[in-house]
Protein backbone atom coordinates (compact mmCIF):
# COMPACT_ATOMS: atom_id res chain seq x y z
CA UNK A 1 0.00 0.00 0.00
CA UNK A 2 1.23 3.30 -0.71
CA UNK A 3 0.56 7.21 -0.41
CA UNK A 4 -0.13 8.73 -4.10
CA UNK A 5 -0.93 12.14 -3.60
CA UNK A 6 -2.42 14.59 -0.74
CA UNK A 7 -4.05 18.02 -0.97
CA UNK A 8 -4.86 20.09 2.31
CA UNK A 9 -8.60 18.02 2.97
CA UNK A 10 -7.71 14.58 1.15
CA UNK A 11 -5.19 11.41 0.67
CA UNK A 12 -5.04 9.42 -2.70
CA UNK A 13 -3.75 5.79 -1.76
CA UNK A 14 -3.06 2.42 -3.83
CA UNK A 15 -2.31 -1.08 -3.31
CA UNK A 16 -1.50 -4.29 -4.83
CA UNK A 17 -4.33 -6.63 -5.75
CA UNK A 18 -5.45 -9.37 -3.24
CA UNK A 19 -6.25 -13.16 -4.08
CA UNK A 20 -9.25 -15.08 -2.82
CA UNK A 21 -10.11 -18.67 -3.37
CA UNK A 22 -13.02 -17.56 -5.24
CA UNK A 23 -12.69 -13.80 -5.70
CA UNK A 24 -12.13 -10.59 -3.93
CA UNK A 25 -15.61 -8.61 -4.56
CA UNK A 26 -13.90 -5.24 -2.59
CA UNK A 27 -11.63 -3.38 -0.01
CA UNK A 28 -12.12 -1.58 3.33
CA UNK A 29 -9.56 1.26 3.59
CA UNK A 30 -9.29 2.17 7.20
CA UNK A 31 -8.15 5.39 8.80
CA UNK A 32 -6.17 4.36 11.99
CA UNK A 33 -9.26 2.03 13.71
CA UNK A 34 -12.04 3.50 11.99
CA UNK A 35 -13.59 2.82 8.42
CA UNK A 36 -12.65 5.29 5.71
CA UNK A 37 -13.74 3.92 2.30
CA UNK A 38 -15.11 0.81 1.15
CA UNK A 39 -14.14 0.09 -2.78
CA UNK A 40 -14.38 -2.24 -5.43
CA UNK A 41 -11.10 -1.18 -7.20
CA UNK A 42 -7.20 -0.81 -5.82
CA UNK A 43 -7.14 2.53 -5.04
CA UNK A 44 -9.17 5.04 -3.07
CA UNK A 45 -8.93 8.71 -2.29
CA UNK A 46 -9.97 9.49 1.33
CA UNK A 47 -11.75 13.10 1.63
CA UNK A 48 -12.93 15.58 4.71
CA UNK A 49 -9.18 15.64 6.49
CA UNK A 50 -7.97 18.29 8.36
CA UNK A 51 -5.28 20.67 6.44
CA UNK A 52 -1.71 19.73 8.14
CA UNK A 53 -2.42 16.68 9.71
CA UNK A 54 -0.81 13.15 9.72
CA UNK A 55 -2.91 10.27 9.15
CA UNK A 56 -2.42 6.64 9.32
CA UNK A 57 -3.93 4.31 6.73
CA UNK A 58 -4.25 0.32 5.99
CA UNK A 59 -6.43 -1.85 3.62
CA UNK A 60 -8.38 -4.93 4.11
CA UNK A 61 -9.20 -6.89 1.25
CA UNK A 62 -12.95 -9.26 1.43
CA UNK A 63 -14.94 -11.77 -0.77
CA UNK A 64 -18.73 -12.35 -1.05
CA UNK A 65 -19.26 -14.60 1.44
CA UNK A 66 -18.23 -11.88 3.90
CA UNK A 67 -14.67 -12.49 4.82
CA UNK A 68 -12.29 -10.13 5.88
CA UNK A 69 -8.29 -10.60 5.05
CA UNK A 70 -5.77 -9.27 7.63
CA UNK A 71 -4.70 -5.40 7.41
CA UNK A 72 -1.64 -4.45 4.85
CA UNK A 73 1.03 -2.56 5.69
CA UNK A 74 0.45 0.82 7.55
CA UNK A 75 1.16 4.31 5.40
CA UNK A 76 1.17 7.23 6.99
CA UNK A 77 0.58 10.92 4.72
CA UNK A 78 -0.24 14.31 6.31
CA UNK A 79 -2.02 17.09 4.24
CA UNK A 80 -1.12 20.03 2.44
CA UNK A 81 -1.35 23.44 4.39
CA UNK A 82 -4.72 25.27 4.08
CA UNK A 83 -4.54 28.51 2.51
CA UNK A 84 -7.49 30.78 2.25
CA UNK A 85 -9.12 31.80 -0.64
CA UNK A 86 -11.90 33.95 -2.10
CA UNK A 87 -15.30 32.45 -3.12
CA UNK A 88 -14.87 31.91 -6.77
CA UNK A 89 -18.50 32.09 -7.32
CA UNK A 90 -19.46 35.79 -6.57
CA UNK A 91 -21.22 37.28 -8.58
CA UNK A 92 -20.99 35.08 -11.43
CA UNK A 93 -23.26 34.00 -14.05
CA UNK A 94 -25.62 31.15 -12.66
CA UNK A 95 -28.06 29.00 -14.85
CA UNK A 96 -31.55 26.54 -12.92
CA UNK A 97 -33.76 24.35 -14.00
CA UNK A 98 -36.48 26.46 -12.48
CA UNK A 99 -37.59 29.08 -10.55
CA UNK A 100 -40.59 29.31 -8.28
CA UNK A 101 -40.77 33.36 -8.95
CA UNK A 102 -39.42 36.71 -9.25
CA UNK A 103 -37.32 37.50 -7.07
CA UNK A 104 -35.96 34.04 -6.58
CA UNK A 105 -33.33 33.57 -9.78
CA UNK A 106 -30.55 31.44 -9.65
CA UNK A 107 -28.25 34.60 -9.14
CA UNK A 108 -30.07 35.23 -5.74
CA UNK A 109 -27.76 32.44 -4.97
CA UNK A 110 -24.64 33.98 -5.82
CA UNK A 111 -24.88 37.49 -4.97
CA UNK A 112 -23.10 37.60 -1.16
CA UNK A 113 -26.12 38.41 0.45
CA UNK A 114 -27.77 35.98 3.28
CA UNK A 115 -30.99 37.86 2.66
CA UNK A 116 -31.79 37.00 -1.07
CA UNK A 117 -32.53 33.33 -1.79
CA UNK A 118 -33.06 30.69 -5.32
CA UNK A 119 -35.71 28.87 -5.09
CA UNK A 120 -37.23 26.21 -7.43
CA UNK A 121 -40.17 25.18 -8.62
CA UNK A 122 -42.33 23.40 -5.80
CA UNK A 123 -42.83 19.70 -5.70
CA UNK A 124 -40.91 18.61 -8.59
CA UNK A 125 -37.99 16.80 -8.43
CA UNK A 126 -34.90 16.82 -9.77
CA UNK A 127 -33.86 20.22 -9.88
CA UNK A 128 -30.12 21.74 -10.43
CA UNK A 129 -28.50 25.09 -9.81
CA UNK A 130 -24.79 25.98 -11.28
CA UNK A 131 -22.39 28.75 -11.37
CA UNK A 132 -20.29 29.36 -14.22
CA UNK A 133 -16.79 30.30 -12.80
CA UNK A 134 -15.61 32.12 -15.91
CA UNK A 135 -12.54 29.98 -16.56
CA UNK A 136 -11.01 26.19 -14.96
CA UNK A 137 -10.48 26.86 -11.67
CA UNK A 138 -8.91 24.10 -9.08
CA UNK A 139 -12.03 23.88 -6.59
CA UNK A 140 -11.61 21.85 -3.08
CA UNK A 141 -14.84 22.88 -0.51
CA UNK A 142 -18.43 23.80 -1.19
CA UNK A 143 -20.81 25.57 1.23
CA UNK A 144 -24.31 25.45 0.69
CA UNK A 145 -26.44 27.64 2.99
CA UNK A 146 -30.12 26.11 2.72
CA UNK A 147 -33.34 27.86 2.96
CA UNK A 148 -35.91 25.34 4.98
CA UNK A 149 -36.86 23.85 1.65
CA UNK A 150 -33.44 21.62 0.89
CA UNK A 151 -32.50 18.60 -0.55
CA UNK A 152 -32.42 15.33 1.57
CA UNK A 153 -30.89 13.46 -1.86
CA UNK A 154 -28.46 15.68 -3.86
CA UNK A 155 -25.07 15.50 -6.02
CA UNK A 156 -22.29 18.06 -6.41
CA UNK A 157 -21.22 17.47 -9.71
CA UNK A 158 -18.48 19.30 -12.13
CA UNK A 159 -17.72 20.10 -15.96
CA UNK A 160 -14.60 21.59 -17.66
CA UNK A 161 -16.73 21.71 -20.59
CA UNK A 162 -16.28 25.06 -22.77
CA UNK A 163 -19.70 27.02 -23.81
CA UNK A 164 -22.95 24.96 -22.00
CA UNK A 165 -21.67 22.01 -20.35
CA UNK A 166 -22.97 19.12 -21.21
CA UNK A 167 -20.49 16.99 -19.51
CA UNK A 168 -20.31 16.05 -15.80
CA UNK A 169 -18.55 14.36 -13.33
CA UNK A 170 -19.93 13.39 -9.24
CA UNK A 171 -17.64 14.43 -6.86
CA UNK A 172 -19.67 14.48 -3.72
CA UNK A 173 -23.49 12.71 -3.00
CA UNK A 174 -25.60 12.22 -0.28
CA UNK A 175 -28.69 10.55 0.49
CA UNK A 176 -28.86 12.15 4.37
CA UNK A 177 -29.24 15.99 3.71
CA UNK A 178 -30.52 17.71 6.65
CA UNK A 179 -30.67 21.77 5.72
CA UNK A 180 -29.17 24.35 7.00
CA UNK A 181 -25.21 24.77 6.29
CA UNK A 182 -23.44 21.93 3.87
CA UNK A 183 -19.39 22.58 4.27
CA UNK A 184 -18.57 20.05 2.08
CA UNK A 185 -14.46 19.22 1.39
CA UNK A 186 -13.42 17.35 -1.67
CA UNK A 187 -10.04 16.40 -3.52
CA UNK A 188 -8.52 19.17 -6.02
CA UNK A 189 -10.61 19.26 -9.14
CA UNK A 190 -10.52 21.44 -12.39
CA UNK A 191 -13.76 22.56 -12.67
CA UNK A 192 -15.63 25.79 -14.98
CA UNK A 193 -18.80 24.87 -13.90
CA UNK A 194 -20.23 23.55 -10.11
CA UNK A 195 -23.70 21.83 -10.00
CA UNK A 196 -25.86 21.00 -7.03
CA UNK A 197 -28.54 18.34 -8.52
CA UNK A 198 -30.85 17.57 -6.26
CA UNK A 199 -32.75 14.19 -6.61
CA UNK A 200 -35.00 14.13 -3.39
CA UNK A 201 -36.69 17.17 -1.52
CA UNK A 202 -36.43 17.60 2.12
CA UNK A 203 -40.05 18.45 2.28
CA UNK A 204 -42.89 19.47 0.29
CA UNK A 205 -41.84 22.32 -1.14
CA UNK A 206 -38.52 23.12 -3.87
CA UNK A 207 -35.33 23.54 -3.17
CA UNK A 208 -33.95 26.83 -2.08
CA UNK A 209 -30.28 28.30 -1.55
CA UNK A 210 -29.31 31.49 0.10
CA UNK A 211 -26.16 31.06 -1.08
CA UNK A 212 -23.76 28.28 -2.94
CA UNK A 213 -20.40 29.48 -2.17
CA UNK A 214 -16.83 27.86 -4.24
CA UNK A 215 -13.27 27.52 -2.37
CA UNK A 216 -10.02 26.86 -4.44
CA UNK A 217 -7.58 28.28 -6.38
CA UNK A 218 -8.53 31.65 -8.79
CA UNK A 219 -5.34 31.98 -10.10
CA UNK A 220 -5.18 28.50 -12.15
CA UNK A 221 -2.48 28.07 -9.92
CA UNK A 222 -1.53 24.73 -8.62
CA UNK A 223 -4.37 22.97 -10.98
CA UNK A 224 -3.43 19.28 -12.10
CA UNK A 225 -3.08 19.33 -15.61
CA UNK A 226 -1.38 16.10 -15.68
CA UNK A 227 -3.03 13.37 -17.54
CA UNK A 228 -2.68 9.52 -16.24
CA UNK A 229 -0.90 7.04 -17.67
CA UNK A 230 -2.78 4.62 -20.57
CA UNK A 231 -4.21 1.30 -19.75
CA UNK A 232 -1.89 -1.59 -20.94
CA UNK A 233 -2.74 -4.76 -21.68
CA UNK A 234 -6.17 -4.76 -22.41
CA UNK A 235 -7.63 -7.96 -23.43
CA UNK A 236 -10.91 -10.22 -23.88
CA UNK A 237 -11.27 -12.57 -21.09
CA UNK A 238 -14.68 -13.95 -21.79
CA UNK A 239 -17.57 -12.94 -24.51
CA UNK A 240 -21.67 -14.16 -24.43
CA UNK A 241 -24.03 -14.08 -27.51
CA UNK A 242 -24.73 -10.42 -25.63
CA UNK A 243 -21.69 -8.96 -23.50
CA UNK A 244 -17.97 -9.05 -23.58
CA UNK A 245 -15.48 -9.14 -20.41
CA UNK A 246 -12.37 -7.05 -20.70
CA UNK A 247 -9.28 -6.61 -17.85
CA UNK A 248 -6.61 -4.50 -18.28
CA UNK A 249 -3.32 -3.10 -16.29
CA UNK A 250 -4.19 -0.39 -13.76
CA UNK A 251 -3.18 3.18 -15.45
CA UNK A 252 -1.14 5.70 -12.66
CA UNK A 253 -1.06 9.35 -12.42
CA UNK A 254 0.68 12.16 -10.04
CA UNK A 255 -2.24 12.09 -7.74
CA UNK A 256 -4.37 9.16 -8.68
CA UNK A 257 -6.40 7.39 -11.25
CA UNK A 258 -10.29 7.71 -9.89
CA UNK A 259 -11.72 5.32 -12.77
CA UNK A 260 -11.46 4.16 -16.27
CA UNK A 261 -13.91 4.67 -19.55
CA UNK A 262 -14.76 2.17 -22.02
CA UNK A 263 -15.64 2.28 -25.67
CA UNK A 264 -16.94 0.64 -27.84
CA UNK A 265 -15.47 2.34 -30.93
CA UNK A 266 -16.03 6.34 -30.46
CA UNK A 267 -18.82 5.08 -27.92
CA UNK A 268 -18.44 5.67 -24.49
CA UNK A 269 -19.89 2.18 -23.18
CA UNK A 270 -18.79 1.88 -19.06
CA UNK A 271 -17.65 4.05 -16.58
CA UNK A 272 -15.77 1.60 -13.90
CA UNK A 273 -13.61 2.37 -10.83
CA UNK A 274 -11.91 -1.53 -11.22
CA UNK A 275 -9.77 -2.79 -13.78
CA UNK A 276 -12.10 -4.61 -15.46
CA UNK A 277 -15.56 -4.44 -17.00
CA UNK A 278 -18.48 -6.42 -18.88
CA UNK A 279 -20.37 -4.20 -21.92
CA UNK A 280 -23.26 -5.84 -21.84
CA UNK A 281 -26.22 -5.26 -24.40
CA UNK A 282 -25.08 -6.37 -27.42
CA UNK A 283 -25.70 -8.08 -30.63
CA UNK A 284 -25.08 -12.00 -31.13
CA UNK A 285 -22.53 -12.44 -34.02
CA UNK A 286 -21.04 -9.02 -34.09
CA UNK A 287 -17.69 -8.20 -34.40
CA UNK A 288 -16.66 -4.86 -31.46
CA UNK A 289 -13.51 -2.77 -30.95
CA UNK A 290 -13.11 -1.82 -27.48
CA UNK A 291 -10.52 0.59 -25.72
CA UNK A 292 -9.86 1.87 -22.24
CA UNK A 293 -9.02 5.19 -20.95
CA UNK A 294 -8.12 6.09 -17.66
CA UNK A 295 -9.07 9.72 -15.33
CA UNK A 296 -8.05 11.37 -12.87
CA UNK A 297 -10.12 13.21 -9.76
CA UNK A 298 -9.06 16.71 -11.80
CA UNK A 299 -11.04 15.11 -14.51
CA UNK A 300 -7.55 14.54 -17.00
CA UNK A 301 -8.14 11.67 -19.32
CA UNK A 302 -5.64 9.29 -20.82
CA UNK A 303 -4.58 8.38 -24.17
CA UNK A 304 -6.48 5.10 -25.24
CA UNK A 305 -5.15 1.90 -24.40
CA UNK A 306 -4.09 -0.90 -27.14
CA UNK A 307 -7.60 -2.07 -29.35
CA UNK A 308 -8.93 -5.29 -28.93
CA UNK A 309 -11.73 -7.04 -30.77
CA UNK A 310 -14.01 -9.61 -30.21
CA UNK A 311 -17.33 -11.18 -31.46
CA UNK A 312 -19.58 -12.20 -29.48
CA UNK A 313 -21.62 -15.81 -30.17
CA UNK A 314 -24.57 -16.72 -30.78
CA UNK A 315 -26.80 -17.56 -33.46
CA UNK A 316 -29.13 -14.54 -34.62
CA UNK A 317 -31.60 -16.70 -36.57
CA UNK A 318 -34.94 -16.34 -35.25
CA UNK A 319 -34.10 -15.61 -31.69
CA UNK A 320 -37.06 -16.64 -29.21
CA UNK A 321 -37.35 -13.87 -26.56
CA UNK A 322 -39.99 -15.15 -23.41
CA UNK A 323 -41.30 -12.26 -21.33
CA UNK A 324 -40.99 -12.94 -17.92
CA UNK A 325 -44.29 -14.06 -16.30
CA UNK A 326 -43.70 -13.35 -12.77
CA UNK A 327 -40.72 -10.78 -11.22
CA UNK A 328 -40.89 -8.43 -7.95
CA UNK A 329 -38.47 -7.74 -5.17
CA UNK A 330 -38.34 -8.24 -1.63
CA UNK A 331 -36.54 -6.39 1.24
CA UNK A 332 -35.97 -7.41 5.33
CA UNK A 333 -36.30 -5.75 8.33
CA UNK A 334 -39.61 -3.69 8.87
CA UNK A 335 -40.63 -4.31 5.16
CA UNK A 336 -40.10 -8.16 5.38
CA UNK A 337 -43.98 -9.13 5.33
CA UNK A 338 -44.23 -6.27 2.03
CA UNK A 339 -44.83 -7.17 -1.51
CA UNK A 340 -43.57 -5.30 -4.33
CA UNK A 341 -44.68 -6.92 -7.56
CA UNK A 342 -47.62 -4.99 -8.37
CA UNK A 343 -44.24 -2.08 -9.19
CA UNK A 344 -43.21 -1.18 -12.72
CA UNK A 345 -39.48 -1.41 -10.87
CA UNK A 346 -37.38 -4.14 -9.70
CA UNK A 347 -35.00 -2.79 -7.12
CA UNK A 348 -31.85 -4.78 -6.59
CA UNK A 349 -28.96 -3.23 -3.64
CA UNK A 350 -27.21 -5.13 -0.82
CA UNK A 351 -27.09 -3.84 2.64
CA UNK A 352 -26.01 -6.43 4.79
CA UNK A 353 -25.89 -4.30 7.61
CA UNK A 354 -29.72 -2.94 7.47
CA UNK A 355 -32.08 -5.82 6.38
CA UNK A 356 -34.57 -3.21 5.82
CA UNK A 357 -33.18 -1.82 2.93
CA UNK A 358 -31.19 -4.62 1.11
CA UNK A 359 -33.28 -5.82 -1.77
CA UNK A 360 -33.53 -8.97 -3.95
CA UNK A 361 -35.11 -9.14 -7.09
CA UNK A 362 -36.89 -12.38 -8.00
CA UNK A 363 -37.63 -12.99 -12.05
CA UNK A 364 -39.72 -16.00 -13.66
CA UNK A 365 -39.96 -17.22 -17.68
CA UNK A 366 -41.94 -19.87 -18.96
CA UNK A 367 -39.90 -22.42 -21.17
CA UNK A 368 -42.49 -24.97 -21.78
CA UNK A 369 -42.39 -23.65 -25.51
CA UNK A 370 -39.07 -24.62 -26.28
CA UNK A 371 -37.87 -27.95 -27.78
CA UNK A 372 -34.39 -29.49 -27.92
CA UNK A 373 -31.66 -28.05 -26.62
CA UNK A 374 -30.76 -24.21 -26.48
CA UNK A 375 -27.91 -23.15 -27.49
CA UNK A 376 -27.81 -19.76 -25.95
CA UNK A 377 -30.05 -18.69 -23.17
CA UNK A 378 -29.29 -14.82 -21.65
CA UNK A 379 -31.41 -12.75 -19.57
CA UNK A 380 -31.72 -9.26 -20.19
CA UNK A 381 -32.93 -6.62 -17.35
CA UNK A 382 -32.78 -2.40 -17.90
CA UNK A 383 -31.49 0.04 -15.71
CA UNK A 384 -33.63 2.75 -15.02
CA UNK A 385 -32.02 4.25 -12.30
CA UNK A 386 -28.76 4.06 -10.92
CA UNK A 387 -28.95 4.90 -7.05
CA UNK A 388 -27.84 8.32 -5.59
CA UNK A 389 -24.49 6.93 -3.79
CA UNK A 390 -23.61 4.13 -6.56
CA UNK A 391 -21.31 5.04 -9.44
CA UNK A 392 -20.91 1.21 -10.92
CA UNK A 393 -21.72 -1.82 -8.87
CA UNK A 394 -21.65 -5.72 -9.44
CA UNK A 395 -24.88 -7.87 -9.77
CA UNK A 396 -25.04 -11.71 -9.47
CA UNK A 397 -27.96 -14.24 -11.44
CA UNK A 398 -28.61 -17.20 -9.60
CA UNK A 399 -30.92 -19.96 -10.47
CA UNK A 400 -33.45 -21.53 -8.31
CA UNK A 401 -35.51 -24.74 -8.69
CA UNK A 402 -38.11 -23.49 -6.45
CA UNK A 403 -41.03 -21.84 -9.31
CA UNK A 404 -43.92 -21.83 -6.99
CA UNK A 405 -43.61 -18.17 -5.63
CA UNK A 406 -45.81 -15.56 -6.93
CA UNK A 407 -44.92 -11.73 -7.48
CA UNK A 408 -48.70 -11.35 -5.88
CA UNK A 409 -47.59 -12.63 -2.37
CA UNK A 410 -43.57 -12.91 -2.70
CA UNK A 411 -42.03 -10.93 0.62
CA UNK A 412 -39.12 -11.21 2.45
CA UNK A 413 -40.75 -13.96 5.10
CA UNK A 414 -41.90 -16.48 2.22
CA UNK A 415 -39.27 -15.74 -0.46
CA UNK A 416 -37.43 -19.06 -1.58
CA UNK A 417 -34.92 -20.39 0.92
CA UNK A 418 -32.23 -22.74 -1.41
CA UNK A 419 -28.90 -20.72 -2.07
CA UNK A 420 -29.78 -21.03 -5.81
CA UNK A 421 -26.61 -21.59 -8.06
CA UNK A 422 -24.41 -19.07 -9.48
CA UNK A 423 -24.81 -18.02 -13.16
CA UNK A 424 -22.35 -14.82 -13.41
CA UNK A 425 -22.11 -11.43 -12.62
CA UNK A 426 -22.09 -7.68 -14.51
CA UNK A 427 -21.33 -4.79 -13.55
CA UNK A 428 -24.05 -2.40 -13.62
CA UNK A 429 -22.73 1.51 -14.63
CA UNK A 430 -24.74 3.52 -16.49
CA UNK A 431 -28.46 3.83 -16.95
CA UNK A 432 -30.73 3.46 -20.07
CA UNK A 433 -29.27 -0.15 -21.72
CA UNK A 434 -29.60 -3.92 -20.99
CA UNK A 435 -27.24 -5.56 -18.44
CA UNK A 436 -27.22 -9.39 -19.51
CA UNK A 437 -27.44 -12.65 -17.70
CA UNK A 438 -25.46 -15.62 -19.64
CA UNK A 439 -27.78 -18.59 -18.18
CA UNK A 440 -27.68 -21.37 -20.48
CA UNK A 441 -26.41 -24.44 -18.05
CA UNK A 442 -29.19 -23.25 -16.08
CA UNK A 443 -32.29 -23.44 -18.56
CA UNK A 444 -30.98 -26.91 -19.99
CA UNK A 445 -30.84 -28.66 -16.66
CA UNK A 446 -34.72 -27.42 -15.96
CA UNK A 447 -37.09 -29.77 -17.08
CA UNK A 448 -40.52 -28.69 -15.97
CA UNK A 449 -40.88 -25.71 -18.12
CA UNK A 450 -40.92 -22.78 -15.71
CA UNK A 451 -37.09 -21.23 -14.77
CA UNK A 452 -36.79 -18.44 -12.13
CA UNK A 453 -33.88 -16.50 -10.81
CA UNK A 454 -32.67 -14.52 -7.99
CA UNK A 455 -30.88 -11.70 -8.93
CA UNK A 456 -28.70 -10.56 -5.85
CA UNK A 457 -26.44 -6.95 -5.78
CA UNK A 458 -22.53 -7.58 -5.00
CA UNK A 459 -21.53 -4.14 -3.36
CA UNK A 460 -22.64 -3.02 0.07
CA UNK A 461 -24.84 -0.22 -0.19
CA UNK A 462 -24.64 0.21 -3.70
CA UNK A 463 -28.29 -0.60 -5.87
CA UNK A 464 -30.08 0.78 -9.16
CA UNK A 465 -33.85 -0.21 -10.36
CA UNK A 466 -34.52 -2.13 -12.84
CA UNK A 467 -37.71 -2.38 -15.24
CA UNK A 468 -40.37 -5.13 -14.33
CA UNK A 469 -42.77 -6.64 -16.48
CA UNK A 470 -45.23 -3.50 -15.13
CA UNK A 471 -43.32 -1.10 -16.80
CA UNK A 472 -45.49 1.09 -19.01
CA UNK A 473 -42.88 0.80 -22.00
CA UNK A 474 -42.68 -2.93 -23.59
CA UNK A 475 -39.69 -2.78 -24.96
CA UNK A 476 -37.87 -2.59 -21.82
CA UNK A 477 -39.20 -5.37 -19.48
CA UNK A 478 -36.99 -8.24 -18.72
CA UNK A 479 -37.16 -11.02 -21.38
CA UNK A 480 -35.13 -14.50 -21.47
CA UNK A 481 -33.71 -14.74 -25.09
CA UNK A 482 -33.26 -18.06 -26.36
CA UNK A 483 -31.33 -19.86 -29.72
CA UNK A 484 -32.39 -23.41 -30.17
CA UNK A 485 -30.29 -25.75 -32.03
Do not use: C
Not at 123 to 150: C, F, H, S, T
Amino acid sequence: MAVTGTTSSSVSLSWNASTDNVGVTGYEVFNGSAPAASVTGTNATISGLSANTTYTFTVKAKDAAGNISGASNAVTATTNNDTASPNLALNKTAVASSSEASGLEPAKAFDGSQATRWASAEGADPQWIYVDLGAVKNINRIKLNWEAAYAKNYKIQVSVDDGAPTHWTDVFSTTTGNGAMDDISIPDQNARYVRMYGTARGTSYGYSLYEFEVYGTDSGGGLDTEVPSAPGNLAVTNATSSSVTLSWSAATDNVGVTGYEIYNGPTLAATVTDTEATVSGLNANTAYTFTVKAKDAAGNVSAASNEVSATTSGDTTNPVKLTAIEDSFVRGGTYAGDNYGSLNAMTVKLRSSNASYDRTGYVKFDTSSLSGTVSSAIIKIYVTNIHSNTTSYKMEARGISNDVWSETSINATNQPTEAGTALGTVTVSQEGVYVSFDVTSFVNNQSDGTVSFRIVGLDEDMGADFASKENSDPAIRPVLVINEG
